[in-house]
């Protein structure tokens, strides 16, 4: 779990906000300054988007399950409690051919789409881990920005190599962790240098991970990767900038596409529960 943060005025690091003094050097902390109060409501505003964020995955995960005709039980060990490829296109899978039948809505919506227990699991965890980090240094608006981008971007960019079909919130997940590269090699410092090193060796992991599993969207991983760091780019992060209304309102908008594209997608599947029950 993420705890408030301020940047040391002596060695440059990262401390935790709560203490009087730096866990790494021992100096005297701000006790009034406004980082420390930025930081502590930008971490609720931060929690409430990745609660929300969980939740629904969560709830279409459960309706893609609701409206399958056939629930895979085994297949392996990421293949426990699958939905079946017609729930899943129903809903929002995307990819090739997704994309040309359906429409373009598919890029927001298989962002909201799991394969499995364990997929969703892994993907929610990573989230959990990683989403609090971003709202830290870059706010909440700003980091569901990131959030929606990268997803889009990872799954256009799956669209265009070709990918017949995917799912996943991992390619929004690779785009928190590309905004965090980018924010580390732009900060410098102690600080920057340590975000940069950690974030490295995910990034490394994601590529080794993905050339040794099957059925990885590496497109996708990698789409997500550099989507987040160009919106980070674009969007600039606390030390930098605060803020602004026009952040607020890109993250309303990216709220609510989420939000048409999940309810057209609920609306579809409450109609195939309908039909069968008539």
Not at 22 to 37: E, F, K, N, T
Not at 165 to 187: D, H, P, W
């Amino acid at each position: 779990m993420a705890h408030p943060s301020i940047t040391c005025p002596e060695c440059g690091r990262a401390t935790d906000a709560r203490y009087s003094s730096c866990l790494w050097c021992g100096a005297a902390l701000p006790r009034s300054g406004g980082r420390v109060i930025e930081v502590i409501r930008g971490d609720r505003g931060g929690y409430l988007v990745i609660n929300a964020i969980i939740v629904a995955n969560v709830a279409y995960y459960l309706l893609s399950l609701l409206i399958s005709s056939r629930t895979s039980l085994g297949g392996g060990l990421f293949g426990f409690l699958s939905p079946d490829d017609n729930s899943l296109a129903l809903l929002g899978a995307t990819g090739t051919y997704p994309v040309y039948r359906f429409g373009l809505w598919t890029l927001v919506s298989a962002n909201y789409l799991h394969g499995g227990a364990l997929h969703i699991l892994f993907n929610m965890m990573a989230l959990r881990q990683i989403g609090p980090w971003v709202c830290a240094e870059f706010g909440a608006s700003r980091m569901f920005v990131i959030y929606t981008v990268s997803g889009i971007a990872g799954y256009l960019l799956s669209v265009l190599a070709g990918v017949p079909f995917t799912i996943g919130a991992s390619a929004a997940v690779c785009g928190l962790i590309g905004a965090l590269f980018y924010f580390g090699k732009s900060r410098g410092g102690n600080y920057g240098q340590a975000v940069s090193r950690e974030v490295s060796g995910w990034l490394i992991s994601l590529v080794v991970f993905g050339l040794i599993m099957p059925g990885i969207n590496n497109w996708g991983h990698g789409g997500g990767i550099v989507g987040g760091i160009i919106a980070a780019k674009l969007l600039g992060y606390r030390e930098r900038s605060r803020e602004t209304a026009l952040h607020h309102a890109a993250a309303l908008f990216c709220l609510l596409l989420t939000v048409a594209v999940l309810a057209y997608g609920t609306w579809k599947g409450v109609l195939v529960l309908s039909y069968r029950n008539f």
